[in-house]
């Protein structure tokens, strides 16, 4: 019998419509949420995934920034602007995409952004606080929406052997310390498979939720799947099409017609985990506009309260 399918898009369009209501609560108080995206280069993924983030944004009523910087964009000015946009008080979530061009490193520009604004969880000190199981870090999107689609979709994944395939700092990773830290969405059995696993099949065989992260397409076949798994396809891959409008088409990590025939339950692509991402980080923006505000308000009224003993 074919799975059941999990809808990434309509998980993520109830989670947007709550979402907006508490962004609209917020700006009756007197708060609006910010977001500012940056895209350096003419990827044309990226500018596809960047669009679609800022159209999000604006349908939730978040003030957003797009800001756009050319393929041969220097390190320096790009620290700049990050830092311009760390001490924007307008601006509460800051998203640099990635890949980035060769000339600008990786690593310095994510440690550039305020980790109070790290709305992407990419900063190292956010990265080792989900190490630490920290329930109140903003960890990336793509996993953190993972485990909210679990969640919605009735698998809790606790008490869980899952398998994640894949070992990325965007995915696999964060995706294996989501799953490993306790209480909501957490404590789970984690193993983590990747790509010089031996024996990948008996592995992922061993999974009551296989989460794939591999980035190859169609790479987890039926023979790969327990009968009776959960699978979520992280993957997104552009496969040649030449028959299909825009040659190509886009398939996932998991060979879904065979992989269906075999699991309870599965997500697609597109349609499963990419909306869930971009409902994640609009979110994780209302959450850092919050604690920043309450944040500003505690250190205004610090003085007052020393006025007042005073
Ligand atoms: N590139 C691929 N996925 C992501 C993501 O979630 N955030 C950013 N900033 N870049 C990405």
Redesign the pocket.
Known sequence: MAAELISGTEIARALRAEIRERVAALKARGLVPGLATVLVGRNPA?EV?VRMKGKAAEEAGIYLRRIALPEDTPEEELLGLVAGLNADPRIHGI?????LPAQLRERVALEAVDPDKDV?G?HPLNVGRLAAGDPDVLA???PTGVIEMLLRAGYDPAGRHVVVVGRSN?VGRPMALLLLRKGRGGDATVTVAHSRTRDLAAVTRLAEILIVAAGRPEFIRANMVKPGAVVIDVGVNRVEDPGSEKGYRLVGDVAFAEVREVASAISPVPGGVGPM?IAM?LQHTVVAAERLWSASASSLEEPTRAAARA
């Open positions: 990226s995934y998203l640099v995409q990635l890949p992407d990419f990336p999107c793509t965007i991402t980080l």
